[in-house]
């Protein structure tokens, strides 16, 4: 017998090509570990639950009601369950078409994409349509399908800033496509230079690739920045004069760690800067209930707005969205909660504030513990996590750590991360997972381990880097940057 369609070496290349570093080789050592009884501390993916952030309440328990319906029949109902959500879950019920175990439309819920499009309006100050918006299972599979649409073949480029979270470097490669690296400026917080924009779509170009869209991730994963207004204004004139479409990955627009530079969508920018110029450029942005102070990961919710595109190419994003059938109807009516949140007076509305107030300062006094952590440890540097859920420092590792990393047959800082997480548990993403500039070094972990834990944390990760700068350093010196 000859080989077979599912025997490895017959495989569409494409898949073999795939490489997703957050579930890569140090998640499978973590994994490993565990087996053998070792404590590890998951950092390696922002699953805020997973590290025992507690769900909201009231989404909880409007969405319990809508699972179990019956419950809304029982006469004691009312002292389990607070009045506004026996009244929101009715209120959901009343939009599906047979409750949650019934396929939803393949564009979402109507009566949800409503709500997301008002909660659009009220962030933005711009009406939205609710046509143009598409509920999926989470953002990853909205950013997956409009990505299948955009590219046709090897000669599309998707320009993605590196470092870049790598569903968009697994998602290219899958469909064919060529990634073309722009890369953010460590020194300048993360920032993005329109030049080196320029730069790269230049070099790609000269290499007769078509260069078909752009993405932003605001704020960035897994380097934390916000973009101020003056960048998103330069990105939307960059994107109208090279005629990109814009893919804005939005979904961490509830984790902000600062005041100077609050979130502000694309989409509102575009609207601001007025004709031609937002009424041509393409925009498709996506938004989730994994992140935020939600942290719903395993509920598969998203959605994604588009703005700019005619009722045909639509329709053809339908005509995909349909061969799935139907978007997951529970994480559908999160996303409705989310974006429709309880108002002042209702009865569950302190205790909501009290809840995703909470997380959200702690996610901030977090991400300042570990910023400063990571700088007080020896030949590491670390800009500010502004936003998102993640810290990217810089580990600048000693030529002797470098040749005992070649020896063991592994990048630098896959080196360290596995040294890192033999001795610590510390389960992190070598910066090579996400892109970097050549000779440059990092690992991303996530801000997510439980406050009481993360003095613990730091100090285990300082103990393990300054040893490991010891061991390889043999009167090496480096000056800090």
């Known amino acids: 017998m000859g080989l077979k369609a599912l025997d490895y070496e017959t495989l569409n290349e494409n898949v073999k090509k795939v490489q997703y570093a957050v579930r890569g080789e140090l998640y499978l050592r973590a994994s490993e570990l565990q087996k053998e009884g070792k404590k590890i501390i998951f950092t390696n993916v922002g699953n805020p639950h997973a590290l025992g952030q507690k769900p909201l309440t009231f989404p909880r328990q409007v969405v319990a009601l809508c699972q179990a319906p019956f419950l809304l029949d029982d006469p004691n109902v009312g002292l389990l369950f607070p009045a506004d959500a026996i009244a929101r879950a009715k209120h959901y019920l009343s939009l599906t078409s047979g409750g949650l175990g019934a396929y939803s439309d393949s564009r979402g819920i109507p009566g949800v994409r409503k709500e997301v499009a008002e909660f659009i309006e ?10 143009l918006i598409f509920l999926t299972d989470g953002a990853s599979k909205g950013v997956m399908q409009i990505l299948n649409c955009i590219i046709r ?17 697994a998602t290219i490669s899958l469909l064919g496509g060529s990634l073309v690296p722009y890369y953010l400026e460590e020194s300048a917080n993360w920032g993005l230079d329109i030049d080196n924009l320029r730069e790269s779509v230049a070099q790609a170009r000269f290499k007769g690739i078509s260069v078909r869209a752009m993405v932003i991730i605001n704020p960035g994963n897994p380097t934390g920045q916000c973009l101020s207004e003056a960048n998103l204004r330069e990105i939307l004139n960059f994107c109208y004069q090279e005629n990109l479409v814009l893919l804005g990955d939005e979904v961490y627009q509830q984790n902000i ?7 502000i969508s694309a989409r509102k920018v575009l609207m601001d800067m007025g004709a031609p110029i937002s009424k041509e450029v393409q925009l498709v942005s996506f938004h989730t209930v994994s992140k935020g102070y939600w942290g719903e990961c395993g509920q598969r919710g998203g959605y994604f707005e588009m703005t700019n595109l005619s009722p045909q190419a ?20 999160f996303m409705g909660l989310m974006v429709n949140p309880l108002k002042p007076g209702d009865i569950s509305y302190e205790q909501f504030v009290r809840e995703s107030q909470g997380i959200l300062e702690s996610l901030r006094r ?6 400063d952590g990571f700088n007080s440890c020896k030949n590491v540097v670390c800009n500010f996590t502004e936003g ?26 896959v080196f360290y991360c596995l040294k890192l997480l033999e001795a610590t548990g510390i389960s992190t993403v070598p910066g090579s997972g996400f892109g970097q500039k050549e000779g440059v070094f990092h690992l991303r972990t996530t801000i997510l381990p439980a406050e009481e834990d993360m003095p613990a944390i730091m100090s285990s990760f300082k103990k393990f880097n300054d040893e490991f700068m010891d061991q390889y ?3 090496w010196n480096h000056s800090r940057m």
């Not at 009220?122 to 046509?131: A, F, N, Q, T, V």
């Not at 639509?314 to 009516?333: G, T």
């Open 257 to 263: 760690y600062q005041d100077e530079r609050p979130f």
């Open 153 to 169: 073949g090897q000669g599309d480029g998707i320009l993605v800033p590196v470092p870049q979270y790598p569903l968009y470097s």
């Open 314 to 333: 639509v329709d053809e994003i339908y005509k995909i969205a349909s061969i799935a059938l139907s978007p997951n109807v529970p994480a559908q009516i």
């Open 366 to 371: 977090r991400a300042r513990l570990m910023t």
């Open 122 to 131: 009220r962030r933005d100050g711009y009406p939205s349509d609710p046509e």
């Open 388 to 413: 998102a859920m993640y810290s990217f420092p810089q580990i600048r590792l000693p030529p002797k750590a470098m040749e005992a990393a070649k020896k063991a047959g592994k990048v630098p800082d």
């Open 473 to 475: 350093e043999d009167n």
